[in-house]
């Protein structure tokens, strides 16, 4: 008997802020002796950029189920490969579950399950057909748009 419970929690942030400007100023003053004044040019060109952004990125996954594997094989220093399977279905919504990987013996408990996080080279694969999955499922033309984008 496998116990599965497998808790992930992961949080990622980013923030960006990035500004620039330049300013180019010139002038000119010329006089030609009349008596209406020097003639006068002024040139200015100025440039700004300001770029700002943010990012967060928060997941967060509880596992809590059990399962039976058998023992594919024995590896030459004892430890067990395993696998297990189980599908249930509820009200038309089929939950495949399947699980995969070494186990120590030490790591068994007296009543002869070992907890999924004390499995090596955990696989763990839970999948799900049915009406609720279909909802979830963004459509055709959404899919489409993220192929381009």
Request: proline fraction near 2%; aromatic fraction near 4%.
């Amino acid at each position: 008997m496998v116990l599965i419970i497998e808790d992930t929690k992961a949080d990622n942030s980013a923030s960006t802020t990035e500004g620039r400007s330049t300013d180019l100023d010139a002038g000119f003053d010329l006089s030609t002796g009349s008596e209406s004044g020097p003639t006068k040019i002024d040139l200015g060109i100025g440039s700004g950029n300001d770029f700002r952004a943010r990012g967060k990125n928060s997941r967060s996954e509880r596992i809590r189920s059990r399962l039976s594997a058998k023992v594919e094989s024995v590896e030459d220093n004892g430890n067990l490969n395993i696998k297990g399977e189980r599908t249930t279905k509820i009200n038309g919504e089929t939950q495949k579950i399947m699980i995969s990987g070494i186990v120590r013996v030490v790591d068994i408990q007296p009543d002869n399950s070992v907890l999924s996080y004390n499995i090596m080279d955990l696989t763990l694969t839970i999948e799900g057909e049915g009406n609720i999955t279909e909802i979830q499922e963004p459509g055709l033309i959404t899919k489409f748009l993220r192929m381009l984008f």
